[in-house]
């Protein structure tokens, strides 16, 4: 029933829903068969929720853990991943829907709405909520969200560079809209499948995850990277689950 009132009320101020076809859209969740059982079991349990809370678009999961060998020609600590992230892509009919929700499988709470939400305000462009260490307000993948206009910023440094990536402490960036220009977001982030569309896929960055390559893509085709204030996400605080920060 919260879920009903919910679309209904952005029914009432959008019509993105009753003016086309219902939008499809898929949730890939790669994660590694040994990981923290708790973890994986809220994995679980919050992907059912997410048809639930968004009644209104046409929603697949797809849970992948597949894994794949080292390879030598990896240069960064995240270059499995985006070998995983590109392997689930090749070997999937990404055609058949209009957005793709990347979820990294180490989140452990979030509200399932923003795809709706995403999909109302930005529905061409990229969108991720904001991205925090569990139980606190400490900003987690920095690394991966990048500032508007300093993408280019040096590439090959991975430190936290203030100005350049979100600040770890509140506010995290300077811009107090609701929707924030960015570079590149991560961790989890609702898309447009046509970026796909000519080929593009995944590739590695010397300092901010593979997320960046499809950031640029998107931005390139004339579209917005927005990191949404008002969503927020809590990413597994990894040594409470018996696993290492990555």
């Given at each position: 029933e919260e879920a009903k009132e919910k679309q209904k009320e952005w029914?009432?101020?959008?019509?993105?829903?009753?003016?086309?076809?219902?939008?499809?859209?898929?949730?890939?969740?790669?994660?590694?068969?040994?990981?923290?059982?708790?973890?994986?079991?809220?994995?679980?349990?919050?992907?059912?929720?997410?048809?639930?809370?968004?009644?209104?678009?046409?929603?697949?999961?797809?849970?992948?853990?597949?894994?794949?060998?080292?390879?030598?020609?990896?240069?960064?600590?995240?270059?499995?991943?985006?070998?995983?992230?590109?392997?689930?892509?090749?070997?999937?009919?990404?055609?058949?829907?209009?957005?793709?929700?990347?979820?990294?499988?180490?989140?452990?709470?979030?509200d399932p709405f923003i795809l709706t939400r995403s999909i109302v305000l930005n529905p061409m462009g990229v969108t991720g909520p904001c991205v925090f260490v569990e139980g606190t307000d400490k900003f987690y993948d920095w690394c991966a969200f990048i500032k508007k206009g300093h993408g280019k910023e040096q590439i090959h440094n991975r430190m936290l560079i203030k100005g350049r990536n979100v600040d770890v402490d509140p506010p995290y960036d300077k811009c107090s809209d609701t929707l924030v220009p960015m570079d590149c977001v991560g961790t989890m982030y609702i898309m447009p499948a046509d970026a796909y569309a000519d080929g593009t896929r995944h590739e590695d960055h010397p300092s901010f995850t593979d997320h960046m390559s499809i950031c640029d893509r998107v931005t390139n085709m004339g579209r917005n990277v927005y990191m949404d204030r008002k969503m927020v996400s809590e990413h597994g605080d990894l040594p409470r689950y018996g696993e290492e920060w990555h």
């Open positions: 029914e009432q101020k959008y019509k993105v829903f009753k003016e086309g076809p219902t939008p499809r859209a898929v949730v890939i969740i790669p994660f590694k068969k040994d990981m923290n059982e708790v973890m994986k079991r809220r994995i679980f349990e919050q992907a059912v929720d997410i048809p639930l809370q968004n009644p209104h678009v046409d929603v697949s999961i797809h849970m992948n853990a597949e894994q794949l060998p080292k390879d030598p020609r990896d240069y960064t600590p995240w270059s499995k991943v985006t070998r995983v992230r590109n392997h689930i892509l090749n070997d999937f009919h990404i055609d058949r829907f209009d957005y793709v929700f990347w979820l990294d499988a180490d989140v452990v709470c979030y």
